[in-house]
């Protein structure tokens, strides 16, 4: 039988993973800097959860669910989002709730049947922060900063936030059923799934993507003359914020996301160079959705990056998170292949690495290659240098890959080791390969 990779899927080989660990080391680094903390939830749930949160009329509980029955009949689920499975468990565990408000991020595959595009896939990797206990536009100004952040340190530097506000249980109705009115003087115009969306969720008309509903929806009544008081407050003094950190933002009065469970603030991150799919990600607050789960009335607010279209950008941008190896230790006899594997492993130093030191990356050759074809291989692999055993009277032999040029012999493998970390630590090349 001929196997192959599932509609919608992917291998995600060595080369490109380098870039995803650097992607996931940045961030989680930025998310540090914050005070957000992981939390690693089950990748399927109990079907009703997204049901419930996402929204019974919404695509994704209609069409996109990976749905399936346990041996006890028990309704399950592939998560196809990551705001709700958090929610549970910050609902479920009681230290999570400890600090108020709670700072949390996850990391991890979500699953959506949907046809396949750049940057899309039916399995598909999120990265998403929620704050979880501040009903303040401070709250909704730092997630969108920390989206920014997260943007800015892995080079994406010319980026947009749209923003809008849904409103809240007061005003929200009153919006819902001014557009119910309108779209239903225009329901010849709609696509049969608007036409359906009259009657169940008409503000998920305005996230439709079908080109005949575009002229419709662009002249649609807009949400922000319909905000009450409070809302209209909140929406300004988020945008406010936002222009006192100096992030560029523009509303965008037609933008609603595609999950039931926003209120007030939502925002959406575009990136130039994506094309006409150019969102990032994007969030919003959700200040019901704890309450409706079970749990203490907790305001909230969060966003997820989507990890493929994330990578596609920084590589438009000229970031990379593929790394070279510092060095390729090159056994110039075939007797030798033993002395180069031991010489590798104690330049790598991991165990005896001295503290805030870094361990050196450290190749060797186990696939019998002839000392020539041994160089060839070290330069294909992008490593500085070049380390040459066995060991010669007066020390080891260390050439320059990068300048073609031989470096001075190094007595004892703990000098060589100390020579190559010096050379490190004073800013000579590491991360190669751009």
Known sequence: MKFQVPR???????????????????TRRTL??????EVRTPIFEATELFVRSVGEATDIVRKELYTFQDRKGRSLTLRPEGTAPLVRAYIENAPVRAEIPARLYYMGPMFRYERPQ?????????????????????ADAEMIDLFRSILWDVGLRDVIVLLNSLGDSVCRPRYREAIR?????????????????????PLRILDCKVPSCAPVIAR??????????????????????LDGLGIRNEEAPRL??????????????????????????????????VKDFGGPDTPAIGFSIGMERLLLATE???ESGTTAPDACVVALEPGAALEAQILARRLRGQDDLPEGRKPLRVLVDVAGRSASSQ??????????????????????????????KDEAKQPTDEALREWLLARIDRGEPREALR
């Not at 009115?181 to 969720?201: I, P, V, W």
């Open 32 to 37: 540090a800097l914050y005070g957000y903390r």
């Open 375 to 404: 160089m060839k291989w070290a330069s294909k692999t992008g490593a500085r240098w070049a380390v040459f055993v066995p060991k010669q009277g007066d020390g080891y032999a260390v050439r320059d890959m990068a300048a073609g």
């Open 8 to 26: 919608g899927t992917r291998d995600i080989l060595p080369g490109e993973v380098e870039r995803w660990l650097w992607l996931e080391d940045r």
């Open 118 to 138: 750049a940057g899309r896939y039916r399995q598909f990797w999120q990265i998403g922060a929620e704050l979880l206990g501040s009903a303040k536009p401070e």
């Open 181 to 201: 009115a309108y779209f239903m003087e225009h329901q010849d115009a709609l696509c049969g799934d608007c036409r359906e969306r009259l009657d169940t969720n």
């Open 220 to 241: 649609a009544p807009s949400v922000l003359e319909s905000l009450c008081g409070p809302c209209a407050e909140h929406f300004a003094a988020v945008k406010r914020a």
């Open 256 to 289: 609603v996301r595609g999950l039931d469970y926003y209120t007030r603030t939502v925002f959406e991150i575009q990136s130039e160079g994506l094309g006409a799919q150019n969102a990032v990600g994007g969030g919003g607050r959700y200040d019901q959705l």
């Open 316 to 318: 438009s941008s000229g």
